[in-house]
């Protein structure tokens, strides 16, 4: 199998820092006001695992951006190390995200910024198994034929009440003062095939209003299809220009 991918990252219109963190295939992109890849990337995967995540820091003066970084650099350094054994054992792949929710919390109470906190979404892939995991509400997409379908379930008030509930209070995540956090894995092992595009985004992508835009998304993606690096930067775009208030992180990957 083979893959392409790139990734792009933004502080935003709002927003004094960027407190999101990728990682993209073994390199992590944190504490920058804007980066993009310098070019798209293609990978022949094999049995050898390979993991893109995000990241988004939360807590503002209570280090989100020192929570999103750890993070992706403790679940980096379990994906070099066990990578095909947390790809085919889910429960392994829980306990190890488990296990960095107590880190960073214990390391938060140290550092006397309890709040500090981050989501984490992203995929763990080789060429015979892709896995999705799930803290919070960043989410993972996969487009297909035209149309954009979202694969993880926002852990959120909003997502569990609906209504006029404020969408930024979530009910998980990677520290941040939760003590028993939910975790969701989700098997995609046959369902992506050879031309679908997968992009993991934190929330800053889809703080507009998706039910009005998500036809305009979806359409800026068909456009681009050839180019991950322009439907990246035009996403980006399109956000912030449709009042995105948050930091903006995507990486997209395509089957190819």
Same mark, same amino acid.
């Given at each position: 199998?083979?893959?392409?991918?790139?990734?792009?990252?933004?502080?935003?219109?709002?927003?004094?820092?960027?407190?999101?963190?990728?990682?993209?295939?073994?390199?992590?992109?944190?504490?920058?006001?804007?980066?993009?890849?310098?070019?798209?990337?293609?990978?022949?995967?094999?049995?050898?695992?390979?993991?893109?995540?995000?990241?988004?820091?939360?807590?503002?003066?209570?280090?989100?951006?020192?929570?999103?970084?750890?993070?992706?650099?403790?679940?980096?350094?379990?994906?070099?190390?066990?990578?095909?054994?947390?790809?085919?054992?889910?429960?392994?792949?829980?306990?190890?995200?488990?296990?960095?929710?107590?880190?960073?919390?214990?390391?938060?109470?140290?550092?006397?910024?309890k709040?500090m906190?981050?989501t984490?979404?992203?995929?763990?892939?080789?060429?015979?198994?892709?896995?999705?995991?799930?803290?919070?509400?960043?989410?993972?997409?996969?487009?297909?034929?035209?149309?954009?379908?979202?694969?993880?379930?926002?852990?959120?008030?909003?997502?569990?009440?609906? /209504?006029? +509930?404020?969408? #930024?209070?979530?009910?998980?995540?990677?520290?941040? @003062?939760?003590?028993? =956090?939910?975790? %969701?894995? !989700?098997?995609?092992? /046959?369902? +992506?095939?050879? #031309?679908?595009?997968?992009?993991?985004?934190?929330? @800053?992508?889809t703080? =507009?209003?998706? %039910?009005? !835009?998500?036809?305009?998304?979806?359409?800026?993606?068909?456009?681009?299809?050839g180019?991950?690096?322009?439907?990246?930067?035009?996403?980006?775009?399109?956000?912030?220009?449709?009042?995105?208030?948050?930091?903006?992180?995507?990486?997209?990957?395509?089957?190819?």
């Amino acid at each position: 199998m083979k893959i392409e991918y790139c990734c792009i990252t933004d502080k935003g219109t709002v927003r004094q820092t960027n407190e999101d963190s990728i990682l993209c295939n073994g390199s992590i992109v944190t504490f920058r006001d804007h980066y993009e890849s310098p070019e798209v990337v293609s990978k022949d995967v094999g049995e050898d695992v390979v993991c893109f995540s995000v990241a988004d820091g939360m807590g503002g003066h209570e280090a989100g951006e020192i929570a999103s970084l750890l993070t992706l650099e403790k679940l980096s350094e379990q994906i070099k190390k066990n990578g095909v054994s947390l790809l085919n054992e889910t429960d392994l792949l829980k306990g190890v995200i488990e296990k960095i929710h107590r880190e960073i919390t214990d390391f938060g109470s140290r550092s006397g910024k309890k709040a500090m906190g981050t989501t984490l979404v992203g995929a763990i892939l080789n060429a015979s198994k892709f896995i999705v995991f799930n803290v919070g509400d960043s989410r993972l997409y996969t487009f297909r034929d035209g149309y954009l379908a979202q694969k993880t379930r926002d852990h959120s008030l909003a997502e569990q009440m609906g /209504g006029n +509930v404020p969408k #930024n209070y979530i009910t998980s995540s990677i520290g941040g @003062g939760i003590e028993n =956090i939910t975790i %969701d894995i !989700y098997d995609l092992t /046959g369902k +992506v095939r050879e #031309n679908d595009l997968v992009m993991i985004c934190s929330d @800053g992508l889809t703080d =507009i209003d998706m %039910d009005k !835009y998500y036809d305009d998304i979806e359409g800026i993606i068909k456009s681009n299809t050839g180019d991950l690096k322009k439907i990246n930067s035009e996403l980006l775009n399109f956000s912030l220009s449709h009042g995105s208030a948050d930091n903006v992180s995507i990486v997209t990957v395509r089957i190819c």
